[in-house]
Protein backbone atom coordinates (compact mmCIF):
# COMPACT_ATOMS: atom_id res chain seq x y z
CA UNK A 1 0.00 0.00 0.00
CA UNK A 2 1.01 3.61 -0.83
CA UNK A 3 2.16 4.99 2.33
CA UNK A 4 3.76 8.51 3.66
CA UNK A 5 4.41 8.09 7.61
CA UNK A 6 5.09 11.32 9.72
CA UNK A 7 7.16 11.12 13.01
CA UNK A 8 6.47 11.94 15.79
CA UNK A 9 2.80 12.76 15.54
CA UNK A 10 3.66 16.21 17.79
CA UNK A 11 6.71 18.24 18.82
CA UNK A 12 6.91 20.41 21.70
CA UNK A 13 10.02 22.89 21.44
CA UNK A 14 11.48 25.63 23.52
CA UNK A 15 12.30 28.67 21.17
CA UNK A 16 15.96 28.05 19.99
CA UNK A 17 15.81 24.39 20.05
CA UNK A 18 16.59 22.69 16.92
CA UNK A 19 14.97 19.45 16.56
CA UNK A 20 14.25 17.35 12.94
CA UNK A 21 10.64 15.91 11.68
CA UNK A 22 10.50 13.02 9.73
CA UNK A 23 8.76 11.53 6.77
CA UNK A 24 9.26 7.82 6.00
CA UNK A 25 8.18 6.69 2.48
CA UNK A 26 6.90 3.61 -0.23
CA UNK A 27 9.61 3.97 -2.67
CA UNK A 28 8.24 2.60 -5.86
CA UNK A 29 7.12 5.04 -8.11
CA UNK A 30 8.74 8.00 -6.07
CA UNK A 31 7.90 11.35 -8.87
CA UNK A 32 8.60 13.93 -5.55
CA UNK A 33 8.02 14.55 -2.31
CA UNK A 34 7.00 17.67 -0.99
CA UNK A 35 6.51 19.86 2.51
CA UNK A 36 3.39 21.71 3.56
CA UNK A 37 2.60 23.89 6.65
CA UNK A 38 -0.97 24.01 8.07
CA UNK A 39 -1.93 26.63 10.36
CA UNK A 40 -5.42 25.60 12.34
CA UNK A 41 -8.45 26.86 10.15
CA UNK A 42 -6.19 26.79 7.16
CA UNK A 43 -5.28 25.12 4.39
CA UNK A 44 -1.73 23.90 3.32
CA UNK A 45 0.89 26.07 2.32
CA UNK A 46 3.04 24.73 -0.07
CA UNK A 47 7.19 24.73 1.26
CA UNK A 48 9.31 22.66 -0.49
CA UNK A 49 9.79 19.98 -3.66
CA UNK A 50 12.38 17.52 -3.22
CA UNK A 51 12.60 14.87 -6.27
CA UNK A 52 15.94 13.56 -5.41
CA UNK A 53 18.47 11.68 -3.05
CA UNK A 54 20.90 14.06 -1.99
CA UNK A 55 18.79 16.98 -2.74
CA UNK A 56 18.38 20.00 -0.12
CA UNK A 57 15.93 22.70 0.08
CA UNK A 58 16.31 25.86 2.63
CA UNK A 59 13.55 28.48 3.81
CA UNK A 60 14.61 30.57 6.53
CA UNK A 61 15.03 28.50 9.41
CA UNK A 62 13.70 25.20 7.99
CA UNK A 63 15.66 22.79 5.59
CA UNK A 64 14.15 20.12 3.69
CA UNK A 65 16.55 17.18 3.02
CA UNK A 66 16.15 13.74 0.99
CA UNK A 67 17.09 10.14 1.14
CA UNK A 68 16.38 7.28 -0.72
CA UNK A 69 13.66 6.23 2.23
CA UNK A 70 12.97 9.14 4.24
CA UNK A 71 12.79 12.31 4.16
CA UNK A 72 13.80 15.24 7.11
CA UNK A 73 12.40 18.64 7.82
CA UNK A 74 15.56 20.54 10.31
CA UNK A 75 14.20 23.21 12.41
CA UNK A 76 17.08 25.78 13.20
CA UNK A 77 16.65 27.69 16.44
CA UNK A 78 12.83 27.72 15.87
CA UNK A 79 10.32 30.59 16.75
CA UNK A 80 6.64 30.60 18.10
CA UNK A 81 5.93 31.80 15.01
CA UNK A 82 6.94 28.53 13.66
CA UNK A 83 4.58 26.34 15.72
CA UNK A 84 1.97 24.88 13.29
CA UNK A 85 1.46 21.32 11.61
CA UNK A 86 3.97 20.21 9.26
CA UNK A 87 2.82 17.67 6.06
CA UNK A 88 4.56 16.05 3.66
CA UNK A 89 3.29 14.37 0.49
CA UNK A 90 4.56 12.46 -2.06
CA UNK A 91 3.59 11.82 -6.17
CA UNK A 92 3.91 8.66 -7.81
CA UNK A 93 4.20 7.92 -11.57
CA UNK A 94 0.80 6.51 -13.10
CA UNK A 95 -2.37 6.34 -10.91
CA UNK A 96 -4.57 9.25 -10.63
CA UNK A 97 -2.51 12.42 -11.96
CA UNK A 98 -2.37 15.07 -9.29
CA UNK A 99 -2.75 12.52 -6.43
CA UNK A 100 -0.89 13.19 -3.95
CA UNK A 101 -0.55 11.00 -0.84
CA UNK A 102 -0.30 12.79 2.46
CA UNK A 103 1.42 12.01 5.89
CA UNK A 104 -0.90 12.37 9.04
CA UNK A 105 1.53 15.67 9.66
CA UNK A 106 3.98 16.72 13.01
CA UNK A 107 2.11 19.07 14.78
CA UNK A 108 4.87 21.44 15.93
CA UNK A 109 4.71 23.79 18.93
CA UNK A 110 7.23 26.27 19.95
CA UNK A 111 7.24 27.85 23.41
CA UNK A 112 8.85 31.06 23.76
CA UNK B 1 -5.18 38.65 -3.89
CA UNK B 2 -8.06 36.44 -2.67
CA UNK B 3 -6.55 33.41 -4.49
CA UNK B 4 -8.73 30.21 -3.60
CA UNK B 5 -12.40 30.63 -1.99
CA UNK B 6 -14.33 28.40 -0.57
CA UNK B 7 -17.83 28.74 0.76
CA UNK B 8 -19.60 27.92 2.65
CA UNK B 9 -16.55 27.77 5.96
CA UNK B 10 -19.03 26.11 8.27
CA UNK B 11 -22.10 23.85 7.73
CA UNK B 12 -24.34 21.24 9.23
CA UNK B 13 -26.72 18.64 7.72
CA UNK B 14 -28.87 15.72 8.52
CA UNK B 15 -28.10 12.80 6.78
CA UNK B 16 -29.76 12.15 3.86
CA UNK B 17 -29.74 16.34 3.05
CA UNK B 18 -28.05 17.05 -0.16
CA UNK B 19 -25.66 20.33 -0.51
CA UNK B 20 -22.76 22.27 -2.81
CA UNK B 21 -19.70 22.93 -1.70
CA UNK B 22 -18.57 25.78 -3.97
CA UNK B 23 -14.86 26.62 -5.13
CA UNK B 24 -13.46 29.86 -6.86
CA UNK B 25 -9.79 30.63 -7.98
CA UNK B 26 -8.63 34.32 -9.05
CA UNK B 27 -5.31 32.71 -10.53
CA UNK B 28 -6.25 31.82 -14.01
CA UNK B 29 -4.98 28.14 -13.02
CA UNK B 30 -6.08 25.43 -14.99
CA UNK B 31 -6.42 22.38 -12.42
CA UNK B 32 -8.70 22.38 -9.42
CA UNK B 33 -9.20 19.85 -6.71
CA UNK B 34 -11.56 18.34 -3.87
CA UNK B 35 -9.38 17.08 -0.77
CA UNK B 36 -11.14 16.12 2.79
CA UNK B 37 -9.15 15.69 5.73
CA UNK B 38 -10.31 13.83 8.45
CA UNK B 39 -8.71 13.78 12.21
CA UNK B 40 -5.48 11.16 12.76
CA UNK B 41 -5.56 10.93 8.50
CA UNK B 42 -4.10 12.84 5.82
CA UNK B 43 -5.61 14.71 3.07
CA UNK B 44 -7.18 12.90 0.59
CA UNK B 45 -8.07 13.28 -3.23
CA UNK B 46 -11.90 12.85 -3.81
CA UNK B 47 -12.05 14.65 -7.53
CA UNK B 48 -9.61 16.46 -9.44
CA UNK B 49 -10.38 18.39 -12.68
CA UNK B 50 -7.05 18.89 -15.33
CA UNK B 51 -8.82 21.27 -17.38
CA UNK B 52 -11.82 22.95 -18.03
CA UNK B 53 -14.59 20.67 -19.03
CA UNK B 54 -12.61 17.97 -17.81
CA UNK B 55 -13.46 15.69 -14.24
CA UNK B 56 -11.64 12.57 -12.76
CA UNK B 57 -11.77 10.76 -9.41
CA UNK B 58 -9.26 10.75 -7.32
CA UNK B 59 -9.34 8.53 -3.96
CA UNK B 60 -12.03 8.43 -2.43
CA UNK B 61 -15.11 10.41 -4.72
CA UNK B 62 -17.64 7.80 -3.55
CA UNK B 63 -21.09 10.01 -2.20
CA UNK B 64 -19.88 12.68 -3.95
CA UNK B 65 -20.45 14.46 -7.62
CA UNK B 66 -18.33 17.56 -8.88
CA UNK B 67 -18.96 20.18 -11.86
CA UNK B 68 -16.02 22.25 -13.15
CA UNK B 69 -18.58 24.89 -14.26
CA UNK B 70 -15.76 27.16 -15.94
CA UNK B 71 -12.13 27.81 -15.91
CA UNK B 72 -12.71 29.51 -12.22
CA UNK B 73 -15.35 27.60 -10.64
CA UNK B 74 -15.44 24.04 -9.35
CA UNK B 75 -17.97 22.67 -7.15
CA UNK B 76 -18.69 19.35 -5.15
CA UNK B 77 -21.67 18.27 -4.52
CA UNK B 78 -22.97 15.51 -2.16
CA UNK B 79 -26.52 14.56 -3.15
CA UNK B 80 -27.41 12.36 0.25
CA UNK B 81 -24.99 13.54 3.13
CA UNK B 82 -24.08 10.40 5.39
CA UNK B 83 -22.71 10.92 9.12
CA UNK B 84 -19.02 9.42 7.03
CA UNK B 85 -18.84 12.28 5.15
CA UNK B 86 -18.21 14.59 8.37
CA UNK B 87 -14.86 15.93 7.53
CA UNK B 88 -13.34 19.13 6.50
CA UNK B 89 -13.12 19.81 2.75
CA UNK B 90 -10.13 21.60 1.13
CA UNK B 91 -10.50 22.68 -2.65
CA UNK B 92 -7.41 23.89 -4.43
CA UNK B 93 -5.82 24.82 -7.98
CA UNK B 94 -2.09 24.55 -9.71
CA UNK B 95 -1.36 25.54 -12.83
CA UNK B 96 -1.61 22.18 -14.36
CA UNK B 97 -1.84 18.67 -12.59
CA UNK B 98 1.49 18.68 -13.44
CA UNK B 99 1.93 21.19 -10.87
CA UNK B 100 -0.20 19.75 -8.29
CA UNK B 101 2.58 20.19 -5.69
CA UNK B 102 2.77 23.62 -5.59
CA UNK B 103 -1.02 23.91 -5.50
CA UNK B 104 -2.76 26.85 -3.54
CA UNK B 105 -5.35 25.81 -0.73
CA UNK B 106 -8.52 27.35 -0.04
CA UNK B 107 -9.49 27.77 3.82
CA UNK B 108 -11.69 24.83 3.91
CA UNK B 109 -15.26 24.24 4.30
CA UNK B 110 -16.29 22.55 8.25
CA UNK B 111 -18.84 20.06 7.31
CA UNK B 112 -20.87 17.85 10.14
CA UNK B 113 -23.19 15.64 8.92
CA UNK B 114 -25.63 14.64 12.22
Known amino acids: EDQVTQSPEALRLQEGESSSLNCSYT??????LFWYRQDPGKGPEFLFT???AGEEKEKERLKATLTKKESFLHITAPKPEDSATYLC?????????????FGKGTKLSVKP | NAGVTQTPKFQVLKTGQSMTLQCAQD?????MYWYRQDPGMGLRLIYY???????DKGEVPNGYNVSRLNKREFSLRLESAAPSQTSVYFC?????????????FGQGTRLTVV
Open chain 1, 50 to 52: LYS
Open chain 2, 27 to 31: MNHNS
Open chain 1, 89 to 101: AKLNYGGSQGNLI
Open chain 2, 49 to 55: SASEGTT
Open chain 1, 27 to 32: VSGLRG
Open chain 2, 92 to 104: ASSEAVSRVMGAF
